[in-house]
């Protein structure tokens, strides 16, 4: 299923090592809304698609996660340098990468294992691709902080190519909903009167819940 090659998806460098920032992102790389969580929740919600488009669509996102996986990893390894002391680093998890050799590790900025409970599989479409347009938004909204976060330019244009790659996986998602909004649990449940009302409990009154109608607060576009 997988080839590799060695170059990498986009080029990541940086202007010089940082192992505070490189704490930093490792949220990206085994944190709740990194990219290894991405690719294995994609990979996992494929196997039981049977439209041949969005399942070929989930696995093709898979793989681009782990490349932009392997270009996480090598910028922290890079902003690691090459020796490291724990004591000259005022904050950030760093002990972790002093114990794997400066090496990226599957954790978090916090210095906590990743862990499959990340991942989300439902079995239902629908669900998966709502749960992946939230992933996809959660990602980038990470990566908007990284970037805040650090004036190294080379380090800056990685994080802007995978914040950009992550508007993009959004909506590819969001356009395979929409094909398939009607089926599944969408079309299954929902289709009741009490799925369309609104019960305004912000400023509950004795009719609240009394079947009169209530509109929903308006969004203008």
């Not at 202007?15 to 944190?31: C, D, F, H, W």
């Not at 996992?44 to 681009?64: H, M, N, P, T, V």
């Not at 990226?104 to 079995?123: E, K, M, R």
């Amino acid at each position: 299923m997988f080839h590799h090659e060695k170059q990498l998806f986009h080029p990541v460098g940086v202007e010089r090592p940082n192992p505070q920032y490189a704490a930093l992102l490792q949220e990206q790389l085994g944190g709740g809304n990194g990219e290894l969580k991405a690719a294995m929740q994609y990979l996992s919600q494929s196997f039981r698609i049977r439209d041949g488009r969005i399942k070929d669509l989930f696995l093709d996102i898979a793989a681009e996660e782990l490349s932009h996986m392997e270009m996480v990893a090598q910028t922290i390894s890079l902003l690691n340098g090459d020796h490291l002391e724990a004591r000259k680093v005022e904050a950030g998890e760093i002990e972790t990468h002093v114990l794997l050799g400066l090496n990226p590790g599957l954790i978090n900025a916090s210095g906590y294992s990743w862990t499959a409970d990340y991942v989300t599989v439902t079995g239902d479409l629908c669900a998966d691709l709502l749960s992946n347009i939230a992933s996809e938004q959660r990602a980038k909204v990470v990566y908007e902080y990284l970037y805040r976060q650090i004036e190294d330019k080379r380090v800056r244009e990685t994080i802007d190519f995978l914040l950009n790659r992550e508007e993009a996986h959004n909506q590819m998602f969001r356009d395979a909903f929409n094909e398939v909004q009607d089926s599944g649990s969408n079309r299954d449940f929902g289709t009741t009167g009490a799925a369309k009302a609104y019960f305004s409990l912000s400023n509950p009154g004795p009719n609240t819940f009394a079947g009169n109608e209530v509109k929903a607060p308006a969004f203008a576009k």
